[in-house]
């Protein structure tokens, strides 16, 4: 017996009588709890702590190149406000609406209410990772804002430890990473049957999602909310916690593993290779 779709299916289904619209609904509900469940669980135990070169190696820069982006936060904050790209349009103000929580919980809560009412689980999935990867990420990038408690440009950035209301983490930037990673995952993910229009339709569907953290990342810093090194924390934790949930995503439900495998890291104890996901390998 396995989980599909947030179901649970045994071979012999397809010869039963199709399931009453409440019935169908109220099961997938069940089912859909109980992959949350086990996802998040997953996410926790095996994905946030690396345990290969590639995880330490990404995290590891990630810190260094936010420690020193943050030693040089007020000159590049400078650089940025003097700068004469789009200094009379508004049309970057759309990065700041679409880093918006409630634009991602709304788009979770179409796509899964939406799938869930018209037997679409492709759609419903989706709407369940958006806000999976949203729930994730959010908790993440507030306990590092607790942790590093920074304040806002305009209100000086003075960074304090363990205390509330830091902005050290962009949220507006773990909002887009997540919108545009579960889309990717979910829309634009690449397979080998693909065709070669296919492939190019995908790849440019890439660069349109992962363009919206680009401009958010430059709305933030132009209306002086962040400093550039805020927005790398916020677009880089958000990539890595949100793979994370994928990638437990993928496993509970038997999808085959997103990125390429590489043998790194020790047999398990079940006698397997352990995670080979390599985070550092950007795929289309």
């Given at each position: 017996?396995?989980?599909?779709?947030?179901?649970?299916?045994?071979?012999?289904?397809?010869?039963?009588?199709?399931?009453?619209?409440g019935?169908?609904?109220?099961?997938?509900?069940?089912?859909?709890?109980h992959l949350?469940?086990?996802?998040?669980?997953?996410?926790?135990?095996?994905?946030?702590?690396?345990?290969?070169?590639?995880?330490?190696?990404?995290?590891g820069?990630?810190?260094?190149?936010?420690?020193?982006?943050e030693?040089?936060?007020?000159?590049?904050?400078?650089?940025?406000?003097?700068?004469?790209?789009?200094?009379?349009?508004?049309?970057t103000?759309v990065?700041?609406?679409?880093?918006?929580?409630?634009?991602?919980?709304?788009?979770?809560a179409?796509?899964?209410?939406?799938?869930?009412?018209?037997?679409?689980?492709?759609?419903?999935?989706?709407?369940?990772?958006?806000a999976e990867?949203?729930?994730?990420?959010?908790?993440?990038?507030?306990?590092?804002n607790?942790?590093?408690?920074?304040r806002?440009?305009?209100?000086g950035?003075?960074?304090?430890?363990?205390?509330?209301?830091?902005?050290?983490?962009?949220?507006?930037?773990?909002?887009?990473?997540?919108?545009?990673?579960v889309?990717?995952?979910?829309?634009t993910?690449?397979?080998?049957?693909?065709?070669?229009?296919?492939r190019?339709?995908?790849?440019?569907?890439?660069?349109?999602?992962?363009?919206?953290?680009?401009?958010?990342?430059?709305?933030?810093?132009?209306?002086?909310?962040?400093?550039?090194?805020?927005?790398?924390?916020g677009a880089?934790?958000?990539?890595?916690?949100?793979?994370?949930?994928l990638?437990?995503?993928?496993?509970?439900?038997g999808r085959?593993?997103?990125?390429?495998?590489?043998?790194l890291g020790?047999?398990?104890?079940d006698?397997?290779?352990?995670?080979?996901?390599?985070?550092?390998?950007?795929?289309?």
């Amino acid at each position: 017996m396995a989980l599909v779709g947030g179901s649970i299916t045994a071979g012999a289904q397809s010869s039963m009588a199709p399931e009453p619209a409440g019935g169908r609904i109220s099961s997938a509900l069940r089912g859909d709890f109980h992959l949350v469940d086990w996802t998040l669980s997953r996410t926790v135990r095996t994905e946030l702590l690396p345990d290969d070169a590639a995880g330490w190696t990404y995290l590891g820069s990630l810190a260094a190149v936010s420690v020193y982006l943050e030693s040089q936060k007020e000159r590049l904050r400078q650089d940025v406000l003097r700068s004469g790209f789009d200094r009379r349009s508004g049309w970057t103000d759309v990065g700041g609406e679409l880093g918006k929580g409630r634009l991602t919980q709304a788009a979770a809560a179409l796509l899964y209410g939406g799938g869930l009412l018209g037997g679409q689980p492709r759609a419903r999935l989706t709407g369940l990772l958006l806000a999976e990867s949203y729930a994730a990420a959010q908790t993440t990038a507030g306990l590092l804002n607790f942790v590093v408690a920074e304040r806002r440009p305009r209100q000086g950035g003075e960074i304090r430890y363990f205390q509330g209301g830091g902005s050290a983490v962009s949220l507006h930037m773990t909002n887009t990473m997540v919108l545009a990673e579960v889309l990717d995952h979910e829309v634009t993910r690449i397979e080998p049957g693909d065709s070669a229009g296919r492939r190019a339709a995908k790849v440019l569907g890439k660069v349109v999602l992962y363009g919206i953290p680009t401009v958010t990342a430059w709305q933030r810093m132009r209306a002086d909310q962040h400093y550039l090194w805020n927005v790398v924390l916020g677009a880089g934790q958000s990539f890595y916690v949100t793979r994370g949930v994928l990638r437990a995503h993928d496993a509970e439900t038997g999808r085959p593993p997103w990125l390429p495998q590489l043998a790194l890291g020790g047999p398990t104890a079940d006698g397997g290779g352990g995670r080979r996901s390599v985070l550092l390998t950007w795929t289309f």
